[in-house]
């Protein structure tokens, strides 16, 4: 069975970092990009980027250059988005997701003082 | 950015109809939109794929249409487990993106 399978909620401080992992199972890790997508007040969505976890190689949505980081740990097969300098505006839930049919559950980041 | 304006917003239906659900985008995408389906709460399960190819285990009621800037997802037979908020998303222009999404209720 496919799985992706995500890091636990995060309430982090306005200009912290926080990073989310993406667990994956049940297929071929370096075979498929790894996307990530923020989705902000419960509807509307955005493409954060991808990782190819097979040589690292990566692709941004400019909106979030600087501000997010994809790396991904080939031995354990996990994905990883870093985020820093977080303000109210990074406050919502990212999912991984790979070839749009696969999601992660989705992480939710809370950014508060 | 290409914009995806997806319609209608939100509608309320019956079990056993059957709906369409429209996403325009600002210039022509060949084929490349998703169809994204998101029950409240949950996580996201991809339906369609290149405008017309199902996923793996998406029943076939579900199906996808379209060409140039203009797409549908069309459900017929309305189940009960078919409401849920519907996406679609283009990936034929970077950055994809998203249309706003159609959220199906029962009427």
């Known amino acids: 069975e496919i799985q992706l399978q995500q890091s636990g909620p995060e309430l982090v401080k306005p200009g912290a970092s926080v990073k989310v992992s993406c667990k994956a199972s049940?297929?071929?890790?370096?075979?498929?990009?790894m996307y990530w997508v923020k989705q902000s007040h419960g509807k509307s969505l955005e493409w954060i980027g991808y990782?190819?976890?097979?040589?690292?190689?990566?692709s941004y949505n400019q909106k979030f250059k600087g501000k997010a980081t994809l790396t991904v740990d080939k031995s354990s097969s996990t994905a990883y988005m870093h985020l820093n300098s977080l303000t109210s505006e990074d406050s919502a839930v990212y999912y991984c997701?790979?070839?749009?049919?696969?999601w992660g559950q989705g992480t939710l980041v809370t950014v508060s003082a | 950015d290409i914009l995806m304006t997806q319609s209608p917003s939100s509608m309320s239906v019956s079990l056993g109809d059957t709906v369409s659900i429209t996403c325009h985008a600002s210039?022509?995408?060949?084929?490349?939109i998703g169809w994204l389906q998101q029950k409240p709460g949950k996580s996201f399960k991809g339906l369609i794929y290149?405008?017309?190819n199902l996923e793996d285990g998406v029943p076939s009621r579900f199906s996808g249409s379209g060409s140039g800037a203009d797409y549908s997802l069309t459900i017929s037979s309305l189940e009960s487990e078919d409401f849920a908020d519907y996406y679609c998303?283009?990936?034929?222009?970077?950055?994809?993106?998203f249309g706003g999404g159609t959220k199906l209720e029962i009427k």
């Open positions: 997701a790979f070839k749009f049919a696969y």
């Open positions: 049940g297929y071929a890790f370096t075979s498929y990009n």
């Open positions: 990782i190819d976890p097979y040589n690292g190689g990566t």
């Open positions: 210039q022509g995408i060949s084929s490349n």
């Open positions: 290149h405008g017309t």
């Open positions: 998303v283009q990936y034929a222009q970077f950055p994809w993106t």
